[in-house]
C-alpha cells in the first residue's frame, strides 16, 4: 500500500479531527511526505479542518 492510501485510510478510520502529527506518529511515514500527501488531499478537496492545524474527512 502506498503512504497516500495509508493517509486516505487512517483519515477514514479517525473518529475526530486529527494533526498532521498525529498522522504521522500513528502511520510511521514521516512528517515531510505527511504534509505534502495531506496538501495534495485539502488541493482533491478530500480533508477539511474543523479547526486550527486537525483535519478529518470532507463528511
Known amino acids: 500500500m502506498d503512504n497516500y492510501q495509508a493517509i486516505l485510510d ?3 478510520n479517525a ?5 498532521a502529527g498525529q498522522v504521522a506518529e500513528a502511520t510511521g511515514i514521516e512528517r515531510k511526505e505527511v504534509d505534502k500527501i ?3 488531499l485539502k488541493e ?3 480533508i477539511v479542518s ?3 492545524c486537525y483535519w478529518e474527512l470532507k463528511k
Open 44 to 46: 482533491e478537496e478530500k
Open 38 to 40: 495531506m496538501k495534495k
Open 15 to 19: 473518529d475526530k479531527p486529527v494533526s
Open 50 to 52: 474543523p479547526k486550527r
Open 10 to 12: 487512517f483519515f477514514s
